[in-house]
T-cell receptor, first 115, second 114 residues
Framework: GAVVSQHPSWVICKSGTSVKIECRSL??????MFWYRQFPKQSLMLMAT?????????EQGVEKDKFLINHASLTLSTLTVTSAHPEDSSFYIC???????????FGDGTRLSIL | QKEVEQDPGPLSVPEGAIVSLNCTYS??????FMWYRQYSRKGPELLMY????GNKEDGRFTAQVDKSSKYISLFIRDSQPSDSATYLC??????????????FGTGTRLLVSP
């Protein structure tokens, strides 16, 4: 149980394009989803928290107009990196939890490479 | 000073060894403590979680929390090559939603040789 699926697993695109990453909870209702970024040999850094049907809460230093998050249903959240640049290249990971007080479960991440 | 400190390793051990992985932290408000395992190019997988101080055992894994020392450990008995991965500790201070906002260590890379 508690499976989180993330798609795509790897994307390469040109600078200036927008990229959408999907995060789905397959066997539970995710009332809260989280988006993290992980640079090589560094910690996971929380970017934003989203509750179903509400606007996302962004961490300090994360541009909300650049990283658009939508959590329209209890099983799907999307992260869109708008006008991506090489410095946005990173490993983006989502996680999800349901209404119970249980730990977050993570997807397998999306490796984003901006040329 | 980082809120959570974790030795990045790598930690190399022979198969069958007992492995000890540790994290220290500075925020005394942390109450929930987790250990995740992350294979290369994969997302973290939850191994164990504990609330407050004490020990918790699950198969070959034992988690210990010493809040007085702000120190947590994960022990792996009879380590296997398949245990080779990066182990991340994570903590949260949230009271009512204990796992809402996690603070992660950088991870310790473990290599178990056959």
């Amino acid at each position: 149980g508690a499976v989180v699926s993330q798609h795509p697993s790897w994307v390469i695109c040109k600078s200036g394009t927008s990229v959408k990453i999907e995060c789905r909870s397959l066997d539970f209702q995710a009332t809260t989803m989280f988006w993290y970024r992980q640079f090589p040999k560094q910690s996971l850094m929380l970017m934003a928290t989203s509750n179903e049907g509400s606007k996302a809460t962004y961490e300090q230093g994360v541009e909300k107009d650049k990283f658009l998050i939508n959590h329209a249903s209890l099983t799907l959240s999307t992260l869109t990196v708008t006008s991506a640049h090489p410095e946005d290249s990173s490993f983006y990971i989502c996680s999800a939890r349901d209404y119970s007080n249980q730990p977050q479960h993570f997807g397998d991440g999306t490796r984003l490479s901006i040329l | 000073q980082k809120e959570v400190e974790q030795d990045p390793g790598p930690l190399s051990v022979p198969e069958g060894a007992i492995v000890s992985l540790n994290c220290t932290y500075s925020n005394s408000a942390f109450q929930y403590f987790m250990w995740y395992r992350q294979y290369s190019r994969k997302g973290p997988e939850l191994l164990m979680y504990t609330y407050s101080s004490g020990n918790k055992e699950d198969g070959r894994f034992t988690a210990q929390v010493d809040k007085s020392s702000k120190y947590i450990s994960l022990f792996i008995r009879d380590s296997q090559p398949s245990d080779s991965a990066t182990y991340l500790c994570a903590m949260s201070a949230e009271k009512n939603t204990g796992f809402q906002k996690l603070v992660f260590g950088t991870g310790t890379r473990l290599l178990v040789s056959p």
